[in-house]
Structures are given as structure tokens and as C-alpha cells.
């Protein structure tokens, strides 16, 4: 069973800088292509970033050149370096893993931004 789990948000001033980390187990996480996805109070799951098995990155408008996604295949590990934060930013962030064809989410973490 494939289990995802998130860490490392927390509250953060604008302009401050925060990394979240996914940890995976229960697939074959090199052959997985993993994402991060955030929510906002009363908006819909909106793509931040994405990073393919073989390491090719995509990202939102919004977050280019403030973030970085990025993976260590041998920890099982994603993460999202987060620069320049802005309170628009604040959102619950979910790790998402793409393994075989199917999706797995984990239960997301909170991200404030304010002062």
C-alpha cells in the first residue's frame, strides 16, 4: 500500500522561505513521477509542481522562480523548497505520487504566510 506522508510546513513571514518533505513508501518510488499540490480555504486543488521519475521538472506560473521541486530516489524522499513566500501561498500542500498509472495523495500540511 502506498503511503505518503508530508512534513515541514508551518506559519512564515512574507518574504521567509520553508521546505516541505514527502516521505513514500509502498511503491517503487524511482519509477514513480511525484507532485505537489496545494488548497486554499474555498478554492479547488490547484498543481504547484511536478517532477517525472527521470527528474524532469514542471511548475505553476505562480511559483516559478520561488520554488523548487525535487527528489532523492534512494530516501524515498520529495521535496519543495519554498523562497519568497507570499501570503497567497498559504494553502494545505499535498504530496501526490503518480505509481503505475494511479494516483496516491497524503493528508497535506499546513503553509501560513503572514505577519
Known amino acids: 500500500q502506498v503511503q505518503l506522508v508530508e512534513s515541514g510546513g508551518g506559519l512564515v513571514q512574507p518574504g521567509g522561505s520553508l521546505r516541505l518533505s514527502c516521505a513514500a513508501s509502498g511503491s517503487i518510488f524511482g519509477f514513480s513521477a511525484m507532485g505537489w499540490y496545494r488548497q486554499a480555504p474555498g478554492k479547488q486543488r490547484e498543481l504547484v509542481a511536478t517532477?517525472?521519475?527521470?527528474?524532469?521538472?514542471n511548475y505553476a506560473d505562480s511559483v516559478k522562480d520561488r520554488f523548487t521541486i525535487s527528489r532523492d530516489n534512494a530516501k524515498n524522499m520529495a521535496y519543495l523548497e519554498m523562497n519568497r513566500l507570499k501570503p497567497e501561498d498559504t494553502a494545505v500542500y499535498y504530496c501526490?505520487?503518480?505509481?503505475?498509472?494511479?494516483?496516491?495523495w497524503g493528508q497535506g500540511t499546513q503553509v501560513t504566510v503572514s505577519s
Open positions: 517532477i517525472t521519475d527521470s527528474g524532469s521538472t
Open positions: 501526490y505520487e503518480n505509481f503505475r498509472g494511479f494516483g496516491y
